[in-house]
């Protein structure tokens, strides 16, 4: 079954203190991303891997990094986290072309 | 520029009215792909219809039906006998043959179905 596992699906943090946002397929796609959803704005890409050890910034890639290390797994990472973080994030996976993408659970995230 | 437009922001109606829901996009490539998911309040993405450019035919799925026109650059989203469990936020989104590395969301709309 095609799956993309994201964890937590729920974290509260403190300002400043680091904290890593996992995501896994098992499709062997290229392609991971990472959007933020936020209140009328949609979703908004953050960064994006078109495959290992390669990854670039999307729309909104402030404050955020990310690493493609293995194929399957393209974590979030947030450094320094700031109250303007709180949001929705979702990982996403498609191949060669985003005919079908399929996206994590989400994870809700509150920077207090 | 590419860009997904939803411009209602909130619809609410009643059990079994119809209801559609707007999306205009924008994109400079002659082959794309537009999308329609769907956000339960439980959170997670559902994916409900993708389109070609290509295909301009309009495609019907139980009570929901999706009219695609490249002339207006539309792809409206109608729900017919719309029922509570309806109620969610919807997205159109829009990716460009050109550019594999994104999916373009539109803002949404926050779809809620009064009993």
């Known amino acids: 079954e095609a799956q993309v596992t994201q964890n937590p699906r729920y974290l509260i943090t403190v300002t400043g203190k680091k904290l890593t946002v996992t995501c896994s397929q098992n499709?062997?796609?290229?392609?991971m991303s990472w959007y933020r959803q936020d209140p009328g704005l949609g979703l908004r890409q953050i960064y994006y891997s078109m495959n290992v050890e390669v990854t670039d910034k999307g729309d909104v890639p402030e404050g955020y990094k990310v690493s493609r290390k293995e194929k399957r797994n393209f974590p979030l990472i947030l450094e320094s986290p700031s109250p303007n973080q709180t949001s929705l994030y979702f990982c996403?996976?498609?191949?060669?072309?985003?005919?079908?993408?399929?996206f994590g659970q989400g994870t809700r995230l509150t920077v207090v | 520029a590419q860009k997904v437009t939803q411009a209602q922001t909130e619809i609410s109606v009643v059990e079994k009215e119809d209801v559609t829901l707007d999306c205009v996009y924008e994109?400079?490539?002659?082959?794309?792909?537009l999308f329609w998911y769907k956000q339960p309040p439980s959170g997670e993405l559902v994916f409900l219809i993708r389109r070609n450019s290509f295909d301009e035919q309009n495609e019907i799925s139980g009570r929901y039906s999706w009219n695609f026109q490249k002339s207006t650059s539309s792809f409206n989203f109608t729900i017919t006998a719309s029922q509570v469990v309806d109620s969610a936020v919807y997205f159109c989104?829009?990716?460009?043959?050109?550019?594999?590395?994104?999916?373009?969301f539109g803002s949404g709309t926050r779809l809620s179905i009064r009993p």
């Open positions: 989104a829009l990716s460009p043959w050109s550019s594999a590395s994104k999916i373009i």
């Open positions: 994109t400079r490539d002659t082959t794309y792909y």
């Open positions: 499709m062997n796609h290229e392609y």
């Open positions: 996403a996976t498609w191949g060669d072309r985003v005919t079908e993408a399929f």
